[in-house]
Nanobody
Framework: QVQLVESGGGSVQTGGSLRLSCAAS????????MGWFRQAPGKEREGVAA????????YYADSVKGRFTISQDKAKNTLYLQMNSLKPEDTAMYYC???????????????????WGQGAQVIVSS
């Protein structure tokens, strides 16, 4: 089992920045793919970014490329999402997720991730 706890959410104005953290505990050495997802009210959960933890490869949704950066601190078992140039459409609940299998072309599929955090709210005002 892997436990994930997000932190760092909050409210910012358009153009601002936030950094989300995801602290992992439990069998963290089995988490080959870790990702960030978000869900806005009335919308489906969507993939934002992911990292293949052992290879270091990163994946991003087109909507956040160039603005968001996913990173990991293996010593701290922590995943980060640095979010810059935030827009109102980035407003959502952000979730951290982990999977024992490596990331691949289906990194953004929610069904492949068995472990999820409780979420962190991000609100971007115009």
């Amino acid at each position: 089992q892997v436990q994930l706890v997000e932190s760092g959410g909050g409210s910012v104005q358009t153009g601002g920045s936030l950094r989300l953290s995801c602290a992992a505990s439990g069998y963290t050495y089995t988490s080959e793919c870790m990702g960030w997802f978000r869900q806005a009210p009335g919308k489906e959960r969507e993939g934002v970014a992911a990292v293949w933890t052992s290879a270091g490869s990163t994946y991003y949704a087109d909507s956040v490329k160039g603005r968001f950066t996913i990173s990991q601190d293996k010593a701290k078992n922590t995943l980060y999402l640095q979010m810059n140039s935030l827009k109102p459409e980035d407003t959502a609940m952000y979730y951290c997720a982990a999977d024992v299998r490596p990331c691949g072309g289906n990194w953004y599929f929610t069904y492949r991730f068995p472990y999820w955090g409780q979420g962190a709210q991000v609100i971007v005002s115009s």
